[in-house]
């Protein structure tokens, strides 16, 4: 049976529990997530991170949950209270909705019913995800106008506009995996993995998706819908308590979901390593659940290292690089990998599949060789500019001064 048959097969209580080990799985991983993240980033500037509360601080996490729950919960006088109110509860509902169609299993038995660990499989599964991705912007967005600040209301139409901008170049990057699986249904997509990942395949647009998705989610070196240096804390400057939250478990549920995402797109999604495919079956097929999220938290464990690293870019460096290089070289892509599967579908020779992916390297090559040159003609002509400037006469300072007078602020002046 394929996947779409064994959902299909689930009674309303196996679709109930599936969902709530789902939403398990969400908010013990956001809680682990949360805890790792300041371990890493701890390690990664020498010093230890959370290490009281709890045994290795496991339990810091839950433990800022509780203060943040137990925090007063303020609205602004200014604010237009529905809105904001509802405004967290779209983002972090949006977050969860995506894992509807996420394979995290193969065949497994629940309660004695053979289903996959999967809620539902539709027809256009990965559009469905961009599709609730794109919604969960609105909470953003009405999160910053309903402040009745200035501040958050900046905060948002930049993380509005820099999400929507990365969801372009996030959509076009799937359009090459779309044309090798045939599909757009996630189980199947995972399924045409099962010789070569489509992260080795289709390499340039697993990278652009892995860019896009940083992006995406607002995280360093792109969270700048949290500039504390320009927007004080951005959209939810204005929130406390549980509706912060709210915030936060969505900012790490929608780290998860892109991961998880990625994982199915490009890693294979559930199946082993190449050569371990054995494990598959362990533990009644329960095992292949350890090698998904092993995957996950290797996309998290990058998102961790890119935040201690790199430091932020500038706003109209960011939006220039995702208009003006992601999305031209997805497009570019595109039409590179439909000619290849066109090639191919249709029995053309290998020599020639293999010459015109040669012919497209090579021409990727001299162009960058050639925004290389440009670029280097264009510094020295900046530091001829310099140098031939007119220079300007300085005074000099005298070195030998008999008297300076120094006025102190209320107290007369002294003479050295």
């Given at each position: 049976m ?8 689930d ?7 599936k ?8 908010v ?11 371990r ?16 290795f601080g496991?339990i810091?996490?839950?433990a ?24 967290p509860?779209?983002s ?19 309660f004695?019913?053979t ?5 539902t499989?539709?027809?256009?599964g990965v ?11 609105y ?18 139409l ?5 999400v929507?901008?990365y ?28 010789t ?7 390499f340039p647009?697993?990278?652009?998706y892995a860019?896009?998705?940083v ?8 969270d700048?819908?949290?500039a ?12 406390s ?41 362990w533990?009644?097929g329960?095992?292949t ?18 935040r201690?690293t ?8 960011f ?40 012919a ?9 060789l050639?925004f ?24 000099t ?7 300076i ?12």
């Amino acid at each position: 049976m394929t996947t779409a048959e064994l959902i299909g097969a689930d009674s309303g209580g196996i679709i109930a529990i599936k969902a709530l080990l789902v939403f398990i799985f969400c908010v013990v991983l956001t809680l682990m997530s949360v805890w790792g993240e300041r371990r890493l980033v701890g390690r990664m500037q020498e010093r230890p991170g959370p290490n009281r509360v709890g045994p290795f601080g496991l339990i810091q996490a839950l433990a800022d949950g509780v203060k943040l729950a137990l925090k007063e919960d303020l609205i602004p006088a200014a604010a237009d209270k529905i809105v904001f109110v509802i405004a967290p509860i779209i983002s972090a509902t949006t977050c969860f909705m995506s894992f509807a169609v996420i394979p995290i299993t193969g065949k497994v038995s629940l309660f004695g019913h053979t289903t996959a660990m999967q809620l539902t499989d539709l027809p256009v599964g990965v559009l469905y995800v961009l599709a609730i991705a794109s919604v969960g912007v609105y909470g953003i967005v009405l999160a910053g106008w309903s402040s009745g600040s200035t501040y958050p209301l900046l905060g948002g139409l930049r993380s509005s506009a820099q999400v929507i901008s990365y969801e372009v170049a996030m959509g076009l990057s799937l359009v090459a995996v779309f044309i090798y699986a045939g599909s757009m249904s996630t189980s199947d997509i995972v399924a045409a993995q099962s010789t070569w990942w489509y992260g080795v395949v289709l390499f340039p647009s697993f990278a652009i998706y892995a860019i896009s998705m940083v992006g995406e989610t607002n995280r360093a070196p792109f969270d700048l819908a949290e500039a504390e240096g320009e927007l004080v804390g951005g959209f939810h400057t204005e929130y406390s308590s549980l509706k912060f939250a709210l915030f936060f478990l969505a900012e790490y549920v929608n780290i998860i979901a892109v991961s998880a995402l990625a994982t199915t797109l490009f890693l294979g999604g559930y199946h082993a390593l190449p050569g371990l495919g054995f494990t598959e079956s362990w533990l009644g097929g329960w095992f292949t659940a350890l090698w998904f999220f092993s995957k996950v938290l290797v996309f998290f464990f990058v998102f961790v290292w890119l935040r201690g690293t790199l430091p932020r870019l500038r706003y109209d460096q960011f939006m220039q690089f995702g208009w003006k290089i992601l999305i031209p070289v997805s497009i570019l892509w595109i039409l590179v990998v439909a000619t290849l599967r066109a090639l191919s579908l249709h029995g053309a020779p290998r020599a020639m599949v293999v010459g015109f992916a040669s012919a497209i390297v090579l021409l990727v090559m001299v162009v960058n060789l050639g925004f290389d040159n440009a670029k280097k003609k264009k510094l020295e002509a900046l530091e001829e500019e310099v140098v031939s400037s007119p220079t300007f006469a300085v005074p000099t300072i005298p070195m030998h001064v008999s008297s300076i007078n120094v006025s102190n602020s209320g107290k007369g002046g002294d003479h050295v």
